[in-house]
């Protein structure tokens, strides 16, 4: 049964569809008084606050309207440290008297809730027995309808005031980048603008696979990834499935995503489908950051609740299977002005434009001083299948500037004049095709962050994670940066002269950043270690940079948060990586004990039968006995890889950081010898013995 029956495009046109379900600005002007429509614009614009009859208003309309929809119920949707979504639902019902109720909704019950704090993750900011949490409403973000409810986007906070959420750092963050840049704008005559918004969109990669398969594999609905799996005969070797043409089943389920998407106002755009079998892709149109990470989140909630009603189910791990590509998610990471100007958009000349190149200097230094944080954003144990992985950015951190402006950047460095040569025009050598203007910048696959156009796109995130923690590093970074550039050139005597003076020096102290080369090529490695950048192979190399003083600092100084809320993320992460990997660790001897050894044993136990009938009549049986011997052998082996295992799992420390790096050094190693011989002893059992769907049916059943 569709979620969004009543608004599916069988009954309503694709700009009726959009945004159905969302309580919009147009709906705000449309149902609230034009004081109370007003004041919404000024809180939103100005940061003024609501007054309480305001907040009535408001909260009546968004009730009417969701009645209207088929809503009954209220809920304060927040995003707390788990990385999901949570929601607490209340009914619109009031009891009246006589057995009757009224439906109400009041301003209080909009702008305030009450979860319980103590059973979300806090890193220690609150004890079990401290209960109270508050949830805040946020009016820059519009509420919503889904499944019955009204929606309401809020922060998340403890009683102590401590965040407990993944909003309200990113607000503080878009807050702070924007006072910082508009100094930078002052600087170079724009007294227009008023707000600075850090624009984002990100791309969203994931595997569908059938349900009934998915329900036979006990590792993909604990883990979220197949723990064993033999490579297929045929994986991604033929190139045929990236942007091939979509299976029918697929392109149903495609069709429904996008009007359940659109209905909520989110621009979903692109579709396609991805270089692995069963993978595909969505992008949507760029938005300001605090929509597209509320966004985004719906996406990756959506995508599973439409692969659900298709008999399907939508994969977002990182890694599901092993030996082909893996899913990420690019996020797309620019800065624009309440004006409608692109401060990353170089124009026809950028050798000419100062204010580009000013920020493009922030943005350099910016990635060069932090860019171990940067890579702390996404560090955890799914994420660590890919980077580096020949489908994915490098562990190590570099930006892709593309031949013209990479030369720009290296005339300024040098102090000689850049020459432009031009766009080419590419030739095709077919008569009747429009020839194509070259654009000044390739793209670069291989690179964790690539400037394409007017935007630099960060490569290195997980398809399954939250977008907030990459795009607060990348605002508070740039916040920094350019709080550094206004404090030296506000005031200067020569400001043309200073400026020059600064972009020339920034390029040359932090060009060891700039990289537009093969960034899977071992040389790069190499190099990269000379040029003194960090190479954090993993997630538990990569943590502790959270905690480092100076990026502790960066984010107190600049208010996105407080030392306790650094130090409580820090643990969170630390502790979540243990926890998953210890899943993973028990699930594999779950498996090995209650379903692979079972089943090997039994069909050894035939083959064994078979040779002693055929050797009673004196027929060969090389096969039996050769295949049972080897069986027995694998057997063997997985008995001790198993039994290492568990003793690996009882060994794991107290402490959070020595637990990290005992699971990394020994879990990880022990889990890797298992499935080698699991996937070994998959390829020579009997298809009918084996307990679980295989790749070649797991990836080429849709």
């Not at 319980?116 to 220690?124: E, I, R, T, V, W």
């Not at 050598?429 to 007017?454: E, H, K």
């Not at 899977?520 to 190479?535: Q, S, T």
Request: net charge negative; proline share 5%; charged share 25%.
């Amino acid at each position: 049964m569709r979620v969004l029956e009543d608004t599916s495009m069988t009954a309503m046109k694709l700009p009726e569809l959009f945004g159905s379900q969302v309580f919009n600005e147009d709906t705000m002007k449309e149902r609230l008084s034009s004081a109370s429509y007003g004041a919404w614009k000024k809180c939103v614009t100005e940061g003024t606050s609501l007054d309480i009859s305001t907040a009535n208003e408001i909260a009546e309309a968004m009730k009417q309207w969701a009645v209207e929809k088929g809503a009954t119920h209220y809920t304060h949707w927040f995003q707390p440290m788990t990385g999901v979504t949570a929601e607490k639902h209340d009914s619109f019902i009031d009891p009246v008297g006589g057995g009757k109720i009224v439906m109400e909704f009041s301003g209080k019950e909009l702008v305030r809730g009450e979860p319980d704090a103590s059973s979300f993750p806090s890193g220690g900011l609150r004890a079990t027995f401290e209960a109270r949490g508050y949830t805040a409403w946020d009016p820059t973000a519009f509420a919503f309808i889904k499944e019955g409810s009204l929606c309401i986007p809020t922060i998340f906070c403890s009683y102590s005031g401590h965040a407990l959420d993944k909003k309200t750092p990113l607000l503080r963050s878009m807050d702070e980048v924007s006072r910082q840049a508009i100094r930078i704008l002052r600087l170079f005559g724009d007294k227009e603008t008023r707000r600075v918004t850090a624009q984002v969109g990100p791309e969203q990669e994931y595997f569908l696979i059938d349900k009934e398969l998915y329900n036979r594999r006990k590792d993909l609905r604990m883990t979220g990834r197949t723990l064993f799996g033999a490579r297929p005969p045929r994986g991604q070797e033929l190139d045929d499935h990236y942007f091939g043409a979509i299976k029918p089943r697929v392109a149903a389920y495609m069709k429904d995503l996008d009007e359940t998407l659109w209905a909520l106002g989110i621009p979903s755009k692109t579709k396609h489908n991805e270089v692995a079998p069963s993978q595909h892709e969505m992008a949507p149109i760029y938005t300001d950051a605090n929509a597209a990470c509320d966004q985004n989140q719906l996406v990756m909630e959506m995508m599973k609740k439409v692969a659900d009603r298709h008999g399907l189910v939508c994969l977002l791990h990182e890694k599901p299977f092993a030996g082909v590509n893996g899913s990420g998610k690019h996020d797309n990471w620019s800065l624009g002005t309440d004006t409608g100007k692109n401060l990353f958009k170089p124009g026809s000349t950028p050798s000419q434009n100062a204010r580009f190149l000013l920020f493009l200097a922030a943005f350099i230094k910016g990635v060069d001083d932090y860019q171990d944080f940067l890579r702390t954003t996404v560090a955890f144990p799914g994420n660590d299948h890919r980077l580096g992985a020949q489908e994915a950015p490098p562990a190590v951190i570099s930006i892709f500037l593309g031949d013209e402006l990479n030369a720009v950047v290296e005339s300024i460095i040098q102090g000689t004049q850049f020459k432009d040569a031009g766009k080419r025009t590419l030739q095709i050598g077919v008569d009747v095709l429009p020839s194509i203007r070259q654009d000044n910048t390739d793209r670069n696959r291989t690179s964790p962050m690539a400037f394409t156009g007017n935007k630099f796109e960060f490569r290195m995130l997980g398809s399954s994670q939250s977008i907030s923690g990459p795009n607060i590093a990348l605002n508070t970074i740039m916040a920094e940066e350019l709080k550094q550039f206004a404090d030296q050139l506000e005031g200067s005597a020569d400001f043309q002269a200073d400026l020059s003076a600064l972009i020339k020096k920034t390029f040359t102290e932090h060009q060891r950043i700039i990289f537009n080369g093969n960034g899977y090529d071992d040389a790069w490695i190499a190099e990269a270690e000379k040029r003194g950048l960090c190479n954090l192979k993993s997630a538990a190399d990569a943590l502790p940079a959270y905690v480092a003083p100076k990026n502790v600092e960066l984010f107190v100084k600049h208010g996105i948060y407080t030392r306790e809320e650094i130090q409580a993320r820090y643990e969170i992460h630390v502790e979540n990586y243990t926890a998953v990997l210890s899943i993973e660790a028990s699930t594999m001897i779950d498996m090995i004990r209650h379903d692979i050894l079972p089943a090997v044993s039994e069909y050894a136990a035939e083959l064994c039968d078979r040779a002693s009938g055929k050797q009673s009549h004196g027929v060969p049986c090389g096969y039996e006995t050769g295949t049972a011997k080897e069986i027995g052998e694998l057997t063997d082996r997985l008995v001790n890889a198993c039994t290492a295992l568990v003793a690996g799992l009882e060994g794991v420390p107290a402490g959070p950081e020595e637990a990290m790096r005992y699971c990394h050094d020994v879990l990880i190693p022990g889990m890797a010898t298992a499935r080698t011989v699991v996937d070994t002893l998959e390829v020579v059992t009997a298809a009918r013995y084996w307990p679980m769907p295989v790749y070649s049916e797991l990836l080429f059943s849709v």
